[in-house]
């Protein structure tokens, strides 16, 4: 069935640090792919999507390249600030079957100033 | 729009008990999600309603969980009787049945403690 696979965490990094959270997944057919960001205290919020092969999702200065060759679709920003402190998801969602998204298990983001 | 409504917030009960967790969906959507969330398991699919009506349940631990959609505005899911294993994050979202599928709303979770 479908998975997907996410860099453990927690991760710390400092102010305009670089960031990187890796995802892999393992699908049937031609999955779209999402990241998702949970804050303290809240739900779920679609970051950025991709619905097809070599197709870049970006979002509030957040990016991630649908790489179906390496079944990879990490995430990354040039310059982290605080307020990106979260909990990131990655997820896969297929029409095949039931429509409904499969996530990973998250990785908590802290960044320190 | 008040976004995905659930209640309670917190939920802190014993052991044997029922418990009833409440989710309003955004107004129009006719998609609704229940979520859970815990540290050993991520973030698990439940059951999901399109138009009320429970599509697919394959989520639903065991015969202890159940789910209902009696209208458009509004769903429940009960654990009956709660075991402290069942302590979690349980988390409702909606979507648009004719939007692209993955365009949930999440609500802000309900945090339940069974002791």
């Known amino acids: 069935g479908n998975s997907v696979t996410q860099m453990e965490g927690p991760v710390t990094l400092s102010e305009e640090a670089f960031l990187t959270i890796n995802c892999t997944y393992t699908a049937t057919g031609y999955p779209s792919l999402f990241w998702y960001v949970q804050y303290p205290g809240e739900g779920l919020q679609l970051l950025l999507k991709?619905?097809?092969?070599?197709d870049k999702g970006s979002n509030k200065g957040f990016e991630a390249t649908y790489r179906k060759e390496t079944t990879s679709f990490h995430l990354e920003k040039g310059s982290v600030q605080v307020s990106d402190s979260a909990v990131y998801f990655c997820?896969?969602?297929?029409?095949?079957?039931?429509?409904?998204?499969?996530f990973g298990q998250g990785t908590r983001l802290t960044i320190n100033p | 729009d008040a976004g995905v409504i659930q209640s309670p917030r917190h939920e802190v009960t014993e052991m044997g008990q029922e418990v009833t967790l409440r989710c309003k969906p955004i107004?129009?959507?006719?998609?609704l999600f229940w979520y859970r969330q815990t540290m050993m398991r991520g973030l698990e699919l439940l059951i999901y309603?399109?138009?009320?009506?429970?599509?697919?349940d394959s989520g639903m631990p065991e015969d202890r969980f159940s789910a209902k959609m009696p209208n458009a505005s509004f769903s429940t899911l009960k654990i009956q009787p709660s075991e402290p294993r069942d302590s979690a994050v349980y988390f409702c979202?909606?979507?648009?049945?004719?939007?692209?599928?993955?365009?949930?709303?999440f609500g802000p979770g309900t945090r339940l403690t069974v002791t």
């Open positions: 309603f399109n138009n009320n009506v429970p599509i697919d």
């Open positions: 979202a909606s979507r648009i049945g004719t939007g692209n599928f993955y365009e949930q709303y």
């Open positions: 107004s129009g959507h006719n998609s």
């Open positions: 997820a896969l969602g297929s029409d095949l079957g039931a429509q409904k998204l499969v």
């Open positions: 991709a619905t097809k092969a070599d």
